[in-house]
């Protein structure tokens, strides 16, 4: 199994998070093209990394060779000679410990490391390599001076390095072809997703319809009508979740009474959303085009909390009870009754539902009308 970290090795600013953290080592969560996520030493939190200001090192959980490099990741001595998130060179494997060239006199257990199979360099260590091998003739004639056990060891740290680096060349075109391979595949979202996306839409949308009626905000005279263009306005909506419509007011800075009004409805056989509704009321009464998907939005196809339910077409009760949504994990006081017209007595309005009801198979009896949800 392999693992993946990252040394700290300089600070993007002096905000980042990391400036004081400068040389440890801390478990990668996930990365993308420009940075590395690490479990936060902050409670509860995911923390990025500026990939330029951190090196990759990747790790297998098995016992390392003489002249394998590990990675202390869970020290159990009290010796002060090494810590958690050294690198040591292994020179001599035992049966449960190893020794290390860096620490003289201590033991390494096997479970306190995991043995490195990939350690991306610093600039500075590349151009040490690079320097070294510009000085061939020099080294030609420190090779004639070593003696045979010299020069085999030699080879084999050579050899040690060729794979190291080959693994790691493989290691990141493997990433990149995968990442390829993902981006060519087109990705499809389901009906939910593409409705929870317009509804966001939706929210963002008002909320940047009503700030343009600031003062402070900038004209645009390209759209809308000429309230939307001088632009210093106020909005209020009137939503009706019963007739399923909402209503939008907008003044002028020293208008008693609404200057536009813009309305929308949704239709029978739609799902209710407010959200929705105010983007294109909202739009209407100031002149602007309404976004076609407003009018597209798919129907909602999982139950939430805070979402109003009724039965469907073909039951008696159809339109005549709504249930509002408590909870999606209980089976029982799941619902509560919002609206009892089944003619029944005594009227249930306000209490809980008497159901023993799953939400798995909620789509052969019940229909969401209503998931606005606004007090999320």
Avoid at 19 to 28: A, C, H, R, S, Y
Avoid at 209 to 227: R, Y
Avoid at 325 to 337: A, E, P, R, W, Y
Wanted: proline fraction near 3%; charged fraction near 35%.
């Amino acid at each position: 199994m392999q693992n993946k970290y990252i040394r700290i090795t300089k600070a993007h600013n002096d905000k980042s998070w990391y400036k004081d953290n400068i040389g440890e080592v801390f478990k990668l969560d996930r990365e993308n093209d420009l940075f590395y996520f690490i479990d936060s030493p902050l409670p509860s939190h995911l923390c990025a990394v500026n990939k330029k200001c951190a090196k990759l090192i990747i790790t297998e959980n098995r016992k390392a060779k003489n002249g394998e490099k590990i990675l202390i990741t869970d020290k159990k001595g009290i010796s002060p000679l090494y810590n958690n998130g050294d690198i040591l060179t292994v020179t001599y494997y035992g049966g449960v410990a190893s020794e290390v060239k860096e620490v003289h006199n201590e033991l390494i257990v096997h479970n306190e490391y995991e043995t490195v199979v990939y350690m991306e360099n610093s600039k500075e260590e590349n151009k040490e390599k690079e320097f070294h091998s510009l000085n061939k003739f020099e080294w030609k004639s420190h090779l004639k001076n070593m003696d045979k056990k010299e020069l085999c060891n030699l080879v084999t740290d050579i050899f040690d390095e060729i794979s190291t680096r080959a693994y790691g060349e493989g290691y990141r075109q493997g990433r990149f072809d995968q990442e390829m391979e993902q981006d060519e595949k087109p990705k499809t979202k389901t009906d939910q997703e593409r409705r929870n996306e317009i509804i966001e839409q939706a929210k963002r949308d008002v909320k940047d319809l009503i700030n343009h009626g600031m003062p402070d905000a900038e004209v645009d005279p390209s759209k809308g009508n000429d309230t939307y263009q001088e632009k210093i306005y106020t909005v209020e909506f009137l939503s009706d979740s019963d007739k399923r419509k909402v209503t939008a007011l907008v003044k002028r800075k020293r208008d008693k009474h609404p200057r536009h009004v813009g309305r929308a409805k949704a239709l029978p056989e739609d799902c209710f959303n407010v959200h929705i509704g105010k983007a294109i009321a909202l739009r209407r009464a100031l002149g602007l085009e309404v976004p076609e998907e407003y009018f597209n939005a798919p129907q909602p196809t999982e139950v939430h909390v805070g979402d109003v339910l009724t039965f469907r077409e073909q039951h008696e009760w159809f339109n005549k009870a709504h249930y509002r949504v408590d909870s999606v994990t209980k089976t029982k006081g799941n619902l509560t009754i919002i609206k009892d017209e089944t003619g029944l007595s005594p009227n249930r309005t306000g209490h809980k539902a008497n159901t023993n009801f799953s939400f798995q198979d909620w789509r052969d009896a019940l229909l969401i009308i209503d998931d606005s949800r606004e007090n999320e």
